[in-house]
């Protein structure tokens, strides 16, 4: 698992840490069992305080998504993938197609990002949410 800490964002740092591995447990790029970076492995990868990694891992452990282990290190207690949602899945294939065809049509990372926020916006208020009580 690679962070990418965006600083001009605006997002706190350690909630751009629990936000992308959210995103690997929900593409199944992390799977129970899985252990995360030790704090000094991101630490050196991202120029952080230690102190934020162990934030966003309590944050994590807090909602139940991983446990650490003394002496060992942080792991993965459950998925958040759904079949559909996976990274191999048709639905991502399809989506990257799409994003091929966007950024050939001149859009860029933010262009695109605003469309589909915008289009995801308009289809999950039209249908209630995802019913699943994690839309975030």
């Not at 952080?48 to 309590?58: C, E, G, Q, W």
């Not at 944050?59 to 993965?76: D, I, M, Q």
């Not at 995801?120 to 949410?129: I, R």
């Amino acid at each position: 698992m690679d962070y990418r800490i965006d600083r001009h964002s605006g997002v706190a740092t350690y909630l751009q840490i629990v936000q992308q591995t959210k995103h690997a447990l929900r593409l199944g790029l992390l799977l129970p069992g899985d252990k995360l970076p030790t704090a000094k492995e991101v630490v050196a990868a991202t120029a952080i305080n230690p102190n934020t990694v162990l934030k966003a891992y309590r944050e994590l452990e807090r909602e139940g998504l991983v446990a650490p282990r003394p002496g060992l290190g942080t792991f993965v207690l459950r998925s958040l993938a759904r079949e559909e949602g996976a990274a191999d899945s048709p639905l991502r294939a399809e989506l990257a197609q799409w994003a091929a065809r966007a950024r050939r049509a001149g859009l860029g990372r933010e262009d695109v990002a605003a469309l589909v926020a915008s289009v995801v916006e308009q289809e999950f208020a039209e249908s209630g949410g995802s019913g699943r009580g994690n839309d975030d």
